[in-house]
């Protein structure tokens, strides 16, 4: 089974791996190639990097899905009519979102909007933006509307952080020094009382530095927000069945570099612990390995035989000079390739004989439209 199995039997395509080890690029690629096998596409960015919507020949991705221009996606395809769509998430926008979703009320949900002190927290709340992204692809889940979602994690050390989200999230509000604040609000009068004359020093003394009209609208910021943590949990708990069912696959994008290969394996650990359905690994920049049974003079006397550098009259010395650098730039370039296949192998004996494993060789011009990513099909889907 190759990739392209996997994109035709698998609803979502989770790309996870550290920055620079082209995650984004293969994204795209699974995207695009399944759309042009005539399936209904959708490329779920949470990088806030350009080189997605350039890629896919868009001026800028947002918030809203956009469709990548048909005549690119068709140029060529082996089935016609499939669509690719993309989008990029907005993370401050899908947490208004789920407050939205799982609020009392439409008047709970605009006061819990305007409040000064979610709009600070909302985006550095502990967990709160990978919940928003899971939150956003459960959605777009159950709508089903696209026959297979590519979620582009974004490219750090923490990309699996979003298997701690709901947990980090929950323990955010649930904290003792919040759950001091939600009784401050829970009487008549400033409620001050409530927390004893202690409790009321410390709030007139706080309210001195940042304000009375602060600290009413922590209490109410927090008291509101606990209303709503009910629904938060219970996305949580959908979102994470979600990521375990077969119907999922993580897919792990390295490069053979020694800190990209260790954190490919730290993050391949996680998966494992947490049941995560693991298809394999897709490693970029590999050298290829191509050895010669010549030596400096076979390849001085190929050079002579060129007829390009018979015209330039080179000497049999220079000839022999150039040959002997040619060869020690190979021998250079074999090193690389060798100490790349003992890093894949690390790799390959970690994911065992169901993963896949693909390699795709470091290739000389950088992919920044459709076609050249039309052209890493070939070492993808292989």
């Known amino acids: 089974m190759g990739l392209i199995e996997v994109l035709r039997e ?25 759309a042009r096998r005539g399936m209904k596409v959708l490329v779920l960015t949470i990088d806030p990097a350009k080189r997605l919507a350039n890629s896919l020949g868009l001026a800028q991705l947002g918030h809203n899905v956009q469709e990548v221009p048909p005549e690119l996606v068709g140029k060529d395809a082996p089935v016609a009519g499939g669509q690719l769509f993309a989008m990029m998430l907005d993370q401050k926008v899908a947490f208004d979102e789920v407050v939205a979703k799982h609020a009392r009320d439409p008047a709970a949900v605009q006061r819990i909007l305007a409040n000064p002190v979610y709009s600070q927290i909302s985006g550095s709340l502990a967990g709160a933006q990978e919940y928003a992204a899971m ?38 509000i649930d904290s003792p020094a919040i759950e001091w604040f939600r009784k401050l609000k829970g009487g008549s009068g400033s409620g001050w009382s409530l927390v004893g004359k202690t409790g009321s020093f410390v709030m007139k003394r706080l309210a001195k530095f940042v304000g009375s009209q602060f600290i009413d609208d922590l209490g109410v910021f927090f008291t509101e927000f606990n209303d709503i943590l009910g629904g938060f949990r219970k996305r949580a708990e959908e979102t994470f069945a979600l990521l375990r069912q077969p119907r999922v696959g993580f897919v792990l994008v390295a490069s053979p570099e020694a800190m990209a290969v260790r954190e490919a394996l730290f993050f391949h650990e996680r998966l494992k612990a947490a049941a995560m359905p693991f298809v394999g690994f897709v490693v970029n920049k590999v050298h290829p390995a191509l050895p010669i049974t010549t030596d400096a003079k076979g390849v001085a006397a190929a050079l002579a035989a060129q007829p390009s550098i018979q015209a330039l009259g080179l000497s049999g010395t220079t000839l022999t000079m150039a040959s002997t650098a040619l060869m020690t730039a190979h ?20 994911g065992g004989d169901k993963a896949l494993l693909v390699e795709v060789p470091l290739l000389r011009d950088d992919v920044h439209d459709v076609s050249r990513l039309v052209g890493l099909e070939r070492w993808l889907l292989a």
């Open 331 to 350: 021998g250079e370039l074999e090193i690389l390739a060798d100490a790349d296949r003992l890093a894949i192998a690390k790799l390959r004996a970690a």
């Open 10 to 34: 698998r609803d979502i395509i989770v790309c996870v791996g550290s920055g620079g080890v082209g995650k984004t690029t293969t994204a795209a690629t699974l995207g695009l190639a399944a």
């Open 135 to 172: 939150a956003k692809l459960h959605d777009f889940d159950a709508e089903g509307t696209y026959d297979t979602i590519i979620v582009d994690t974004p490219p750090t050390a923490h990309a699996l952080d979003f298997l701690d989200a709901p947990r980090k999230l929950s323990e955010a």
